[in-house]
């Protein structure tokens, strides 16, 4: 029997996982036993890929070849060019880069489950590369058919040339890098829980990864990033932000970036990446949006002991990257698609079909109405 206190499934452990833990204060947050702190000082966003794939940290050499082999994996097969031109421009990007997941599963199917980090490696490789030729082949003088491959070997930098038309910015492309190893993990979270349920069917990587797309488009998941920066961008100023935000508390609404089930005392990776968004805000101007972004947090402690998480200052910090608010999310699922693999791989390890139960709350079972009578005079 569930209680409220349940629903949601908050604070029910569903399994066992080896990949990432919430330390239990709930302030804390490990990859594979390294603090995110670390991580986003030390490490860079394809090593991050690596330890969460193939479970322990490259050494140099196994780094300059998994970036090799990702920048080689990134060209897109024809037949999915042609799915992404006949995509309408008004496409969400999430459904995107959800279609060119499932259409790649029937070009190159999971035909081997030995082949499972190869598939995951060639997601992560080609998930920019469907964005971006969507993108500019719809909004970039119209039908470009952009060429999927640069000299960058981070992703990071790979996907801003792309966006942009040009190399990167050091310092952005630095922040992306980041924000691409907050994002990679974290434990049973909804979109993850998804991909474990798909996987524990016996179904294949890419249904399972498509399943987690579709869960983190919402935006109380990773969806929030993208409502963040729609919430952000609405306010003037700081005392309009002020006004505002105590209006939309009266109004019981919700204030997009802020609360977390499992964190209670703030998100460990929302420092991190509002260090980052002050950075930006200094170096390229436009410091308002980062003012008025610090006078919520401020609001939303006072009035409701809420804190942000990671979702509220990468908004800005995207925003500071020039990369469009409907890419937010989709920057997610780049990131993202290495913490499900892992939980892909660990559910196949030991699987068992999850499948829970329910309290019923319908009818008492009834008789099926006499098939003579008409159901009005019943
Ligand atoms: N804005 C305003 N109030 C919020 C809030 C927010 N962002 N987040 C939580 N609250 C309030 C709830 O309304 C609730 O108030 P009540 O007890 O008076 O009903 C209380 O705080 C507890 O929240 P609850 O919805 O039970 O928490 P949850 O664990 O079910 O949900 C989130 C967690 C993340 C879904 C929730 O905080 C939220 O919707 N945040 C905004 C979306 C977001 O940023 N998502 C990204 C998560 S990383």
Redesign the pocket.
């Known amino acids: 029997m569930t209680t409220d206190n349940h629903k ?1 499934l ?1 604070g029910i452990v569903a399994g066992q996982t080896a990949i990432s833990t919430v330390e239990s204060s709930g302030s804390g947050l490990f990859y594979r036993g390294y603090a995110i702190k670390d991580l986003a000082e030390h490490a860079s966003f394809e090593e991050v890929a690596y330890l969460l794939i193939y479970g322990e940290l490259p050494n140099s050499k196994e780094l300059d070849d998994y970036k090799t082999k990702l920048q080689s994996l990134r060209a897109l097969p024809n037949a999915l060019k042609i799915v992404m031109e006949q995509l309408p421009a008004t496409t969400n990007p999430m459904d995107v880069l959800r279609t060119g997941c499932s259409v790649l599963g029937t070009l190159e199917p999971e035909t081997d489950r030995g082949l499972t980090e190869e598939i995951a490696n060639r997601l992560i490789a080609t998930l920019p590369s469907m964005l971006l030729y969507w993108f500019r082949f719809h909004f970039h003088q119209n039908g470009t058919r952009i060429e999927t491959q640069t000299d960058d070997n981070s992703i990071a930098g790979h996907f801003l040339h792309l966006l942009h038309g040009q190399a990167p910015h050091g310092l952005q492309q630095r922040a992306i890098d980041v924000s691409l190893i907050l994002y990679a993990e974290h434990e049973f979270n909804a979109s993850t829980f998804s991909a474990r349920i798909t996987t524990s069917t016996l179904s294949d990587i890419y249904s399972a990864i498509c399943s987690a797309i579709g869960t983190l488009r919402g ?3 990773g969806g ?1 990033n993208e ?2 920066m729609q919430l952000i961008s609405r306010f003037k100023d700081e005392a309009d932000a002020e006004r505002g935000i105590h209006e939309m ?1 009266a109004n ?10 499992v964190y209670r005392n703030g ?1 460990p990776r929302s420092a991190i990446i509002k260090a980052w968004s002050k950075k930006l805000a200094n170096h390229h101007g436009g410091e308002m949006l980062f003012n008025i972004s610090q006078r919520i947090e401020k609001i ?1 402690f006072k009035e ?1 002991k ?1 804190f942000p ?4 200052y990468s908004a800005s910090a995207y925003h500071y990257c020039g990369i469009p608010d409907n890419f937010f999310t989709p920057l997610f699922v780049i990131s993202r698609t290495c913490g499900w693999s892992a939980h892909i791989i660990e559910q196949r390890r030991d699987n068992r079909l999850i499948r829970p139960s329910a309290d019923y709350t319908g009818p008492a079972p009834r008789p099926y109405p006499s098939p003579h009578k008409s159901r009005q005079q019943q």
């Not at 019981?252 to 089930?261: S, W």
């Not at 998480?309 to 509220?312: R, Y």
């Open positions: 949601g908050a935006p109380l998941h929030a409502s963040a508390l019981k609404e919700l204030i997009m970036g802020f609360g977390h089930r998100d939303m409701k809420l998480n990671l979702d509220f």
